[in-house]
């Protein structure tokens, strides 16, 4: 392709709302650009690296033996009525009606529509088992669509489904797939890390994973034990709480004393203002969920796990109370909220139960408590497990290693989801023995987008992207120095046409530029390999160049061609 034909502008600045490194780059190099909040076109470039992620995704899904197909992403709501999860999915799932008023929703995600598909097309176990994935468009209505590619409100997802007759044969088949991830991710050069996970509103009780990128901007924080090799999503772990329960004995402990703490509603300012350690202040926070108003007591130090909570009341979402609710049950604004009187029913994480006395608020504007004794101040009746692990904390799996925090992005989720979807929809099958048996499921997803955007996070530095070679672009780009001397245009030319018939796919850069120009602009794109044909074209010498090292060699246009040819095959760089 020459860089004259080439639908692409660079941009100096990157859009003030572009924050993480990965949606400046793409956005200045000229890969994307946005429509809509969390809607974007790919433009050449960015088309170009989605196909070749898509051809890695295509030939290791396909090796492991499961078939490409396409389903749409118009769906009739009554399927995810009969999948329960037509009201469940919430406001992430976009709904429309046609001209004669039925309903459809833009498909988040497709085991409603496989599962409808698979209860038609199988009835014997002699079909099974068999595994589907497709390419696909998906839709969620994002609350805060950001950081570009990463969380979208309309991607790309690969996203497969294995159906089976028993267990065994879904263990097997998340084995397979699990396997698969790892070459994905693996060719796709990234660093990432697969860890335990939390199944989510996708359903099923199986055993799940997700297979997260490594970044300082993830929004996942995944705790990996220093010892033993347990891995997991932090909303997953749980905290061994250690000792029982401290039980004082209160007699003679004199009661609460309240101290004056004007403008001092969080931890931070209570420590600068009033000298108090975070360990020893109990934070109480009030939720709404489940249709119920509740308080929830962890340490100063230590994060509410929503999900622990969500797990422990039986519910969907739980929110942070707004200030109506939050007067309503604590008598005062947050900020000097405190246990004792409250009318909702307390959840105490049990590091708040341990706790001989505390400062808490006093329930009053301006004023906190100490001396606040848990199980004399407070009702220690319903102890639980509600919060974060933090460093220090052992691991849940071996007991003797520390956990450590690293933070990702999620660009994989492969999860055992088991008869959940096939019961609901009545996707059942003859067994051995002639009896129906729903088929055990499993599905496992891709954040193509989000992965070209993972990518783009991990591989770049100052002057712009840096593809690993198996996704980039092109697989060279070759820099003409001065489009006006004659023997650099004529070996540019020649190089450029020997590389295209051996089928390397090369991006000339032949416009009417300035060296710096297109220097500029070759690092901001990323091709990891350029050949700059400048003042030693007369001898039949380029520069070779290499982006991510900044090396740079004179060799002559032989060699670069072989050098070149043998990027090309490396794996997953040849085109399809
Ligand atoms: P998240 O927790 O980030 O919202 P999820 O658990 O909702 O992700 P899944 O339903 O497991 O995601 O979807 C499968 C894959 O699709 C994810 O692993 C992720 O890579 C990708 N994905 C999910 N939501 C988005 C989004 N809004 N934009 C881009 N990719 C996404
Ligand atoms: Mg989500």
Redo the contacts with the bound molecule.
Sequence with gaps: MRQTNLLVTTLREAPAEAETRSHQLLLRAGYIRQVAA?VYTYLPLGRRVLRRMEQIVRQEMESAGAQEVLMPSLQPAELWRESERYEVYGKELMKLRDRHDREFVLG??HEEVVTALMRGEISSYRRLPVTVYQIQT?F?D?RR?RSG?????E???K?AYSFDTDWDGLDQAYQVMYSVYERIFDRCGLKYRAVQANA???GGKGQNH??MALSEIG??TIAVCSLCGYAANLEQVEVQSGAAPHRPDFAGRPAPERFHTPAQKTIQQLEQESQLRPQDIIKTLIYTGGGKTFAVLVRGDHEVNELKVQKYLGCGDITLADYEHVQEAAGTGSGYVGPAGLSVPILVDAAVAAMTEAVTGAGAEDYHLRGVVPGRDFPLTQVGDFRNAVTGDSCPQCGEGELDFHQG?????V?KLGTVYSEKLGAGCLDADGRTQPMVMGCY???I???LAAVAEQNNDDQGLIWPQGLAPFTVHILLMSVKDTAQRELSEALYARLTSLGIDSLLDDRDERAGVKFKDAGLIGIPVALVVGKLATEQRIEYMDRRTGNKEVIDIGEAVLRVSSLKSAPGTAFA
């Excluded at 992005?409 to 989720?413: D, K, Q, R």
Aim: proline residues 6%.
């Design positions: 969390g988040p995600t998906k969620r994002e669509p590619l990463l969380r979208g409100r991607f790309l997802m996203d989510g509103a996708i997700e297979f929004e996942d992005i999620e660009v994989g989720h999860f997803g891709i954040g987008s989000r992965l």
